[in-house]
């Protein structure tokens, strides 16, 4: 089975209200942990990575948080917007010569104006 | 070009056919991969290829037959598909494989099979 996988499937917030999206990983040899935003129709969009040796990192208005000792990721988006509404995937890097990135389940975030 | 392009967006075939999908980047980037993807199913790595050469299939079915004939493109022939086997295909490109970052996704190809 997947390492990855997330604790909500679904998440509905109001316009304006801070969201959070939670993420578990299984391989705690993963080095890096990407984001992404995929809306309907598109391909997965960068949003924000982290590797390993960080346990937080901002961007504009997302904030991702790593903790290793529980091996749990989450993505925080602050004021969130209608257009933050879609598909919300953590992505882990199994690292090694190859180097997978392996997908989590996905959280459907819906933003209600 | 920060873009993967890939075509078609949209394909239908019947289970007897051939056709092929195609991506393209012009970043310079010497990894390539396919993914597929179902509905509200995350993306499942297909292949990978590094610096033009095959370096990982996902155990996929020989139906499904990858091909990259230069740094820049990347093909997938499909023959003699199943209905199972309809989805979003995508595409992406990273600096090199290994390190997971700097992946760039294309928009995918919408294939059913009929």
């Known amino acids: 089975g997947e390492s990855v996988g997330l604790h909500l499937p679904t998440l509905s917030v109001q316009e304006g209200d801070n969201s959070i999206i939670n993420c578990a990983y299984s391989?705690?040899?993963?080095?890096?942990f990407i984001w992404y935003k995929q809306e309907s129709g598109k391909g997965p969009q960068f949003i924000i990575d982290?590797?390993?040796?960080?346990d937080k990192r901002q961007g504009q208005r997302v904030t991702v948080l790593l903790n290793k000792t529980v091996k749990h990721l989450s993505l925080q988006i602050a004021a969130t917007q209608p257009g933050d509404s879609a598909v919300y995937f953590c992505?882990?890097?199994?690292?090694?010569?190859?180097?997978?990135?392996?997908f989590g389940k996905g959280t459907k975030l819906s933003v209600k104006p | 070009d920060t873009e993967v392009t890939q075509t078609p967006k949209h394909l239908v075939m019947g289970m007897t056919n051939k056709k092929s999908l195609k991506c393209e980047q012009h970043?310079?980037?010497?990894?390539m991969y396919w993914y597929k993807q179902k509905a509200k199913k995350p993306p499942e790595l297909m292949f990978v290829?590094?610096?033009?050469?095959?370096?990982i299939n996902e155990s996929v079915p020989s139906r499904f037959s990858p091909e990259c004939p230069n740094s820049s493109l990347l093909n997938l022939h499909l023959h003699a598909l199943q209905p199972e086997d309809s989805a979003l295909y995508l595409c992406?490109?990273?600096?090199?494989?290994?390190?997971?970052?700097?992946?760039?996704f294309g928009s995918g190809t919408r294939l059913t099979v009929v």
């Open positions: 992505a882990e890097n199994y690292g090694g010569s190859q180097g997978n990135l392996i």
């Open positions: 982290i590797r390993s040796n960080m």
């Open positions: 391989n705690s040899a993963s080095d890096y």
């Open positions: 290829y590094s610096y033009e050469k095959l370096s």
């Open positions: 970043m310079g980037h010497r990894a």
């Open positions: 992406a490109s990273s600096p090199r494989a290994g390190t997971g970052d700097g992946y760039t």
